[in-house]
């Protein structure tokens, strides 16, 4: 089609005014969904017809990649159909964050379903830390563990793989995180990032590698029909949502099959936490499990033990998974309180003085929970447009959360000072890590010299400007056509220019929160919603026109979409 090579060739941003309008070379008379298209790299062809219109979830299996291709795939199954005719029981091993969690819960329901015998273990966040640990191998071994399958990590863990191997264990690992130059010595590591892998779509997380791996393993037994592919591919869209892996590819499939299982017959304990979190009905979207779902079954792990998070995902009895809704309900109330007092105290550091500033922030307080950082480093970024690293003390030295902004690898800057952190891990744009206290002013150093000038004012971008007709339900099927929305597939920003609120009112239990009326198509009114906005009441209840940039609300009733309201990302004086 003609544009695209304006697309690679020319600017996507063109000034104008208080934001820049991507795309806006493109031909002015595009309809709204085809320039939305451009923009993400679709154009005519079998790629735009699968992103708009992927077969129905029944027919999945057929447009995911074959799993025999990932690496040592073949390995593994043969371990573990070898397991399932012997009776051997299988552990797997999660990881505590939302993915991990979510993979396990696949693996064991799954391996369940095709007849094994298993038993599962997931770390204690700040006890144990990331990954396969020393002190979780003499547990498992204590227990009789003679065949361990990870979820979510293991990849770099060479020594504790080495250490269950001494004890008699065959171990399988299945990961997502990049590997290492030196492998552990497993039985297989199934990595789709592992060099030289021929698996078509390598952008999977650990619950989407888990996913893959057991239908590796139905078709090697004849077993498909066992598995209920529906349970299983809920829990991969809620732990590829939950990663903030890219919506592109094979992850969007798995999203929106999981998410038209999840509004047939959602999982037991899905529904549980749905009920806990306010949902107000309707069908489920991947902002319900941005927003409700995954920052509860997070909570368990940075809060409590992600232990709970897990036993929800597979317990069937409603009593019990009412009652686990109800706990992780509370852990995320408590990590919303403590995570908000962190960062007001780190917001604080920062404009006195007392952080480690420049081109990149470090925040260092003793007394702040280690699970929480990464919360904090985020949010500072986000505001700051740099990468930060929040510390605390951990017994006589630190431990950190680092976190980026686009462009700007982190992990690879850590590994560029390794000899002062005594572990590391991560992905470009999220690490942790272990130094000591001097070490942490090394560490920075280090940083600002990687990043040295990368700080750059980010302008304000939307997807298209809009007039008053054009908010309408033919805008609300335009954004569904595009759904699931996340990393990779962003939701449009719009430009609406010249406006003039009316009913402005602030609301919610603290009143931070504000709403207003502009006029829409056909002289309708449309609600707009600023969430934390309250401050904004005198700008937008002056009576005066401004500007907005909008993201349109989707909502669910009766299957169909209601489109009537907008969420304010920025206001601006005209």
């Known amino acids: 089609m003609a544009g695209m090579e304006l697309l690679e060739d020319e600017a996507d941003y063109i000034w104008d005014g208080p934001w820049s309008v991507r795309g806006a070379h493109l031909p002015p008379h595009l309809p709204l969904r085809e320039k939305l298209l451009l923009l993400r790299g679709l154009h005519d062809g079998a790629e735009r017809e699968q992103f708009l219109h992927p077969d129905p979830y029944s027919h999945l299996g057929r447009l995911l990649g074959d799993p025999s291709l990932l690496p040592d795939a073949a390995a593994a199954v043969e371990v573990l159909a070898a397991a399932i005719a012997t009776g051997k029981v299988v552990w797997v091993y999660g990881d505590y964050d939302a993915d991990g969690v979510t993979g396990a819960a696949i693996l064991v329901r799954g391996l369940r379903q095709l007849g094994a015998t298993v038993e599962y273990y997931i770390p204690h966040r700040v006890d144990e830390g990331f990954g396969l640990n020393e002190r979780a191998v003499h547990v498992l071994a204590d227990r009789g563990c003679r065949l361990l399958v990870t979820v979510d990590c293991g990849t770099s863990d060479v020594e504790e793989v080495a250490l269950a191997r001494s004890f008699g264990m065959d171990v399988i690992v299945t990961d997502h995180h990049s590997p290492p130059e030196q492998l552990p010595e497993a039985v297989a590591v199934v990595n789709p990032k592992r060099r030289g892998c021929e698996y078509p779509d390598i952008r999977l997380t650990g619950a989407g590698v888990a996913y893959s791996l057991l239908r590796a393993l139905a078709y090697r037994l004849g077993a498909g029909s066992r598995m209920r592919a529906g349970e299983l591919v809920q829990l991969a869209a809620l732990g590829t949502i939950a990663d903030v892996a890219p919506l592109l590819g094979e992850n969007r499939l798995l999203v929106r099959a999981g998410l038209a299982a999840m509004r047939r017959a959602p999982l037991p304990g899905l529904r549980a936490l749905l009920v806990s979190s306010g949902f107000s009905g309707g069908e489920v979207s991947e902002t319900d499990i941005s927003f409700k779902l995954a920052p509860r079954l997070n909570a368990a792990g940075r809060m409590a033990h992600a232990g709970i998070a897990c036993e929800l995902l597979l317990e069937t009895d409603p009593f019990k998974t009412r009652q686990l809704a109800s706990q992780l309900e509370e852990l995320n109330e408590n990590r919303r309180e403590t995570s908000d007092g962190m960062l007001a105290v780190a917001t604080d550091m920062v404009s006195r003085g007392a952080a480690f500033g420049g081109d990149v922030l470090t925040v260092y307080h003793e007394q702040w929970s280690p699970a929480l950082l990464g919360i904090v480093a985020g949010r500072l970024s986000r505001l700051h447009s740099v990468p930060v690293i929040a510390a605390t003390r951990d017994g006589e030295g630190v431990r950190a959360s680092a976190r980026s902004v686009a462009g700007l690898d982190i992990m690879r800057a850590l590994h560029g000072c390794r000899h002062l952190l005594t572990e590391h891990g991560g992905h470009s744009q999220a690490a942790g890590f272990s130094t000591s206290l001097s070490g942490l002013q090394e560490v920075h150093n280090h940083l600002l010299a ?125």
């Open 450 to 574: 990687e990043f040295a000038g990368t700080r750059k004012e980010i302008p304000l971008e939307v997807d298209a400007e809009l007039s008053p007709e054009d908010l309408s339900p033919a805008l609300a099927n335009d954004l569904a056509a595009l759904a699931p929305y996340g990393s990779g597939n962003p939701e449009p920003l719009f430009g609406l220019r010249n406006v003039r609120p009316r009913f402005v009112r602030v609301f919610g239990k603290q009143r931070a929160h504000l709403s207003f009326c502009v006029t829409g198509a056909r002289g309708l009114d449309v609600e707009v919603v600023g969430f934390g906005m309250s401050d904004q009441r005198d700008v937008l209840g002056s009576g005066r026109e401004v500007d907005l940039v909008v993201r349109a609300v989707r909502q669910y009733q009766g299957g169909s979409y209601h489109p009537l309201r907008l969420a304010l990302e920025h206001a601006i004086s005209s």
